[in-house]
């Protein structure tokens, strides 16, 4: 009688090493229970250092208005908006992670999913934070609020993208959370029940909102994991497609264009596997959870970074023959000129972008640069400068050169203070990982627990002796058992 | 829910292949399972302790409509009677372009709406004390607590648990207020279930 699963040897084990479920505690648990080390500290003054100087530079758009930004009438939107559309497509690894492979049933999602829904979470805060400040006068920064007013009262435009980015965004953060934090309440408990000192007894007993491992809620929870992925499957590919909508449905060229959508969101799900093959290349190092981010799993990333941007790279060839063939002068101008003309003043910010999106991911079709760590992180980094060149591109380099030649822009570059905002945006999500990192259990405990007998690698050995038995006795075992 | 103090008698498995059966059996002798304690989602152990299958997913359909309906209503309210504004001459009722939030809120209703559901139901919330039989069943430990009555000869119990394979047994005595759990509701009884 076993109720080992059977899974094929040809897959390889997501769970490395000879584990077994107490040993799973102690490694996951372990690091966070002890003293963060030299680097830990360094990484998290340096971030919280750059937060700082992101504060002074907001301050200073507060209190001196946009005008601290070196935007001008023709170039409206510059790095903010860049930085806002980078970062929320960031945020779309976690919930594609944890959603959309759950409900595909990808075991290899469970050693990364919870670093990953992370940070979406503080990728999605680093994000808000750019329209926010970008209003100016902040301080009315809830009349975005369809609430009932005094002045009128005057209602929000619900017909409006700006508006649907409101609620997808907020939709999005708070659903974000609310799975991540459902997650985390067993793992939680989990520190709890090892907590020695009565503090973080307390505090990791407050967090773990008395959690008890009962079979009943153990049945709610997995239904409720389900919902919820359900839900945000839809929800992060309404998100960027709503995102896009703030481009797609106005009429300036290189924006007014049907293919947005879907571009958008394989771009977002191409530069949050990015962002998350950065930091879990890091984790796993800092951490010592090689064991559990295995390259089997920085493989399977990157065979997802490699789909997205050949997507992407597609999408960018579809909208320049579109643009072509359509025959519409204005658009034409924007692609041709614009754009794919390296000697036009953001010329150069296209080809960066086409090299780093389209032709540099094609190196992941060799199994070994896949399983290159060096490379991997390489490759991480600069797939997200392109996918922040591409949102740049799509930006600037459609309004530098409005309808009237009168009114182009001259050279647009950021201001100290715009720089600085970006950077600060960087402390924010830092610090906030660093944090993470520290006082959270980064890998999802349970979930690691649940594929031990199928995946791991000591249970994987013992499947041989399963191939010799007779599959008709192991489906009656299986059967007997599950009902 | 009757509160009062109760007695159970615990018992610690080491493996779920040890425990399915153990299941089974303390199930056929009559014995009344109060819970059984996991580190992680063992699947099937719900169907074994014949346990309801939860409606959980039917509270965030029933959510996600009122999301859609108070999206919708809100919206159309808003724009064709409370304050209907001209924009570029189309129709005040615009209903593809408010599709995006109704969706959204669909979604914003249906996950809040669950969860709260989920902590209500399993009561979590933070500052909860709860009883816990062993702090390793959230760790690597299975553990079964029986719910002993007045008739019940708890060293049989423990014997039958010791036969079964447990490798900690003890007994314990814990308040049994909401806190502690509500399975007289959603357990169905053995006999029931398989018919003698």
């Not at chain 1, 992101?54 to 009438?73: A, D, F, I, M, P």
């Amino acid at each position: 009688m076993s109720l080992l699963k059977y899974e094929s040897q040809q897959r390889e084990p997501l769970v490395d090493g000879n584990k077994d479920y107490h040993q799973i505690t102690e490694d996951i648990i372990g690091p966070i229970e002890m003293k963060p080390g030299r680097l830990w500290y360094i990484g998290f003054f340096i971030s919280v250092g750059l937060l700082l100087f992101g504060v002074y530079s907001v301050y200073r758009e507060v209190v001196y208005g946009v005008g601290q930004w070196n935007l001008n009438k023709t170039i409206g939107w510059g790095w903010d908006i860049t930085n806002f559309v980078w970062w929320v497509g960031i945020g779309h690894a976690g919930t594609l992670i944890s959603a959309i492979l759950l409900l595909f049933r990808q075991g290899w999602r469970t050693g990364v999913n919870r670093a990953a829904e992370a940070m979406t979470i503080f990728a999605v805060m680093c994000a808000g934070q750019f329209p926010i400040w970008h209003m100016g006068r902040v301080w009315m920064a809830f009349f975005v609020l369809p609430y009932p007013n005094t002045r009128g009262p005057l209602w929000v435009n619900f017909s409006s993208p700006l508006l649907w980015d409101v609620f997808a965004i907020s939709t999005y953060f708070t659903v974000s959370l609310l799975f991540w934090y459902s997650g985390l309440l067993p793992d939680f408990a989990t520190v709890r029940d090892r907590a020695k000192t009565k503090f973080r007894k307390l505090m990791y007993g407050m967090a773990a909102f008395g959690w008890t491992g009962s079979t009943k809620h153990w049945q709610r929870h997995e239904s409720l994991s389900l919902v919820l992925a359900g839900l945000a499957t839809p929800l992060v590919l309404s998100v960027h497609t709503i995102v896009s909508f703030d481009f797609a449905t106005s009429v300036i060229p290189g924006w007014h264009t049907t293919i947005f959508p879907p571009y958008f969101v394989a771009g977002a799900i191409f530069s949050g596997f990015a962002m998350v093959q950065t930091l879990l290349i890091v984790v796993r190092k800092m951490m010592n959870l090689q064991d559990y981010i295995t390259i089997g799993h920085i493989e399977a990333m990157n065979k997802v970074i490699v789909l997205t941007g050949s997507i992407v790279g597609c999408a960018y060839l579809t909208e320049l023959f579109i643009a072509w063939y359509g025959q519409n002068p204005y658009e034409w101008y924007a692609f041709s000129q614009n754009r794919a003309n390296i000697f036009t003043p953001y010329g150069w910010s296209y080809w960066i972008m086409m090299f780093c999106n389209v032709v540099s991911p094609q190196l992941f079709w060799s199994r070994k640069l896949r399983r290159n760590i060096t490379v991997t992180f390489f490759m991480s980094i600069i797939v997200n400068i392109g996918m922040w060149y591409e949102r740049f591109v799509i930006i600037v380099t459609s309004i530098y050169r409005d309808f009237l030649p009168s009114s182009w822009s001259t050279y647009y570059s950021p201001s100290t203070w715009e720089i600085g905002f970006y950077l600060g945006t960087f402390g924010l999500f830092f610090t906030c990982f660093f944090l993470f990192a520290k006082y959270f259990p980064v890998i999802a405990v349970a979930e690691i627990k649940s594929i031990l007998k199928t995946s791991g690698e000591n249970y994987k050995a013992r499947m041989t002796d399963m191939e010799k038995e007779d599959a008709e006795k192991f489906y009656l075992d299986e059967v007997e058992h599950a009902h | 829910m009757a509160g009062g103090i109760k007695k159970f008698v615990v018992g610690c498995f080491a493996d779920e292949k040890v425990l399915f059966p153990a299941v089974k059996n303390v199930r056929r002798a009559g014995y009344k399972i109060h819970d059984v304690y996991t580190p992680f989602p063992v699947h099937g152990l719900d169907h074994a302790m014949g346990l309801r299958e939860t409606s959980i997913h039917t509270a965030g359909f029933i959510y996600g409509i009122l999301g859609t309906t108070t999206a919708l209503t809100f919206m159309s309210w808003i724009f064709t009677k409370d304050w209907p504004l001209n924009i570029g001459g189309k129709p005040h009722f615009a209903l593809p372009a408010w599709i995006p939030i109704t969706f959204e809120l669909t979604v914003l209703f249906s996950a809040v709406g669950m969860v709260i559901t989920f902590c209500y139901l399993c009561n979590l919330a933070p500052f909860i004390k709860k009883h816990h039989f062993h702090p390793r069943a959230t760790d690597d430990l299975f553990v079964m607590a029986i719910e002993c009555t007045d008739k019940t000869d708890d060293a049989a119990v423990q014997n039958f648990l010791q036969e079964a394979g447990a490798t900690e047994i003890n007994v314990q005595i814990a308040e049994s207020g909401w806190w502690i759990g509500r399975y007289d509701k959603e357990q169905k009884l053995y006999r029931d279930e398989k018919g003698y």
